[in-house]
């Protein structure tokens, strides 16, 4: 099963509003776990930083200016994801931003049903509980005292190892190997002792016991045993 860690970075909060993409980052998962392909483009977002912005994710004008435009990676980006269902914290914002990038070269939106969020998903599991991707980390052990600034492809990272908790993805391997341990104990048992071989009992009557039958019978009315 291929799923693909998604999360951009923006100008700003509103794509109608103006903002853009600045930075998309992707990590290919099979069957939960990460298999070491990944994508990741900076975008020239044809307008300025806001002071707001930059203090999230460190990306300024400066060096922007001289990345790619969406247009010149949308196919490439596209590729990438292919129809795989794409994980993403807080998804409804990211596809919202990426439907104004598409939408701007006269593309479709991405299908919100191909969203798993992983906000939603924490929610459910531990109702009122934070479900921001700091939180889930502190609660799951993930390390992340590298995120001083919000970056696309560092949350991927985190969001790749959450997403795995959040889904149960370690408890199923413990299981299989607790399986796999308890077989090979089942099947190397303790060998038991050969049991000693008994003469087998006889079970013919005895010559007090047809006497006592037949007296039994003598006592019945047209008994059928004597037919």
């Not at 980052?25 to 977002?45: A, K």
């Not at 798993?116 to 980390?137: E, H, M, N, W, Y």
């Not at 149960?168 to 050969?194: K, N, S």
């Amino acid at each position: 099963m291929r799923e693909i860690v998604l999360d951009t970075e923006t100008t700003g909060l509103d794509p109608e509003a103006g903002h853009r993409v600045v930075e998309i980052g992707c990590i290919e998962l099979v069957n939960h776990l990460q298999t070491g392909r990944r994508w990741r483009v900076y975008l020239n977002p044809e307008r300025d930083m806001p002071e707001e912005a930059f203090r999230v994710h460190g990306l300024s004008t400066e060096f922007l200016a001289d990345k790619p435009r969406f247009a010149a990676v949308a196919e490439e980006f596209l590729g990438f994801i292919e129809d795989s269902p794409l994980v993403i914290h807080n998804a409804e914002f990211d596809l919202r931003f990426l439907d104004a990038e598409l939408k701007r070269l006269g593309r479709p939106g991405l299908d919100r049903g191909r969203a798993i969020d992983t906000v939603q998903l924490a929610r459910r599991k531990f109702p009122g509980a934070q479900a921001s991707l700091d939180a889930l980390c502190r609660r799951f052990g993930v390390d992340n005292s590298g995120r001083t600034l919000h970056g696309a492809l560092l949350d991927c990272q985190l969001l790749a190892e959450v997403y795995l908790e959040l889904v149960g993805g370690r408890q199923p391997e413990l299981a299989v190997a607790a399986m796999a341990a308890a077989t090979v104990t089942v099947t190397e048992g303790p060998r038991l002792a050969p049991r000693e071989a008994r003469p087998p009992r006889p079970h013919a009557p005895s010559e007090a016991e047809l006497a006592a039958h037949a007296a039994m019978l003598a006592g019945i009315k047209d008994a059928i045993w004597n037919s």
